[in-house]
């Protein structure tokens, strides 16, 4: 029997909006890290155009801050390619752990999916379907688009206004500070949970040791140390709590 559009239309749109609900938090330190980032290319020195292409076609503030220092002093592109994709490597564990989930999608969306997916839509995805006995939903993707489309829509917002505000902004100040503080009011309202907290101590410690190895590898390693110390975390208190 074929299915019930007005309740697919329905199951849809409850499921991006509990996924735009997770995400509202996150937004505002989001358009913070967009409206600095997009200050910081046209302060690095590229042109308006080149920041606009720069932010609509890469979308990734971690990548477009890394390569930033090195195309303004003058570095070789393959270093800056490097840089950031080493920067990037992260969402190929993304990517792995998402898989399960949208394989059943065409290359063309499954594409589409990677190009919007972000740390905090694959944070806020994971721990609410992560032990679905059922995978690859119509409410899991409805929910993934939830948490990664707004976002979108407020980063690109505020990047390009930090782009048509760069020149107004004083170069003494300390944006790569502002960053930071971005990052922090994504990253703490996260700290819900022991095995969070794990996952934090340890991809922190891990970027703090790894701050001595180039191309920004100490992020990639903070990445997976996090990752893989957030799972054992995860299994070791599960199975303290068994009966």
Sequence with gaps: MPEDPRLVRQERIAAFREGLHALMPALIATATWGLVTGVAMVKSGLTESMALAMTLLLYAGSAQLTSLPLIASGAPLWLIFMAGSVVNLRFIIFGA????????????RRLGLGYFTTDMGF???????????ERGTRE????????????????????????????????????????VLALLAITVPLANS????????????????????????????????????GIAAERYFHKVARP
């Design 97 to 108: 752990a998402l898989h399960p989930y949208f394989r059943h999608l065409s290359w063309p």
């Design 123 to 133: 944070v806020l995805f994971m721990p609410r379907f992560g032990d679905a006995a």
């Design 140 to 179: 899991q993707l409805w929910y993934f688009l939830g948490t990664i489309a707004p976002g979108w829509v407020v980063w690109q917002s505020s990047s390009i206004a930090g782009i048509y505000l760069g020149t107004l902004v004083p170069t003494a100040w300390s944006l790569d500070f502002a960053a």
């Design 194 to 229: 022991r095995p969070m907290l794990v996952s934090m101590l340890a991809a922190g410690l891990t970027a703090w040791v790894g701050q001595l190895l180039p191309l920004r590898l100490g992020l990639a390693a903070a990445v997976i140390v996090g990752i893989l110390a």
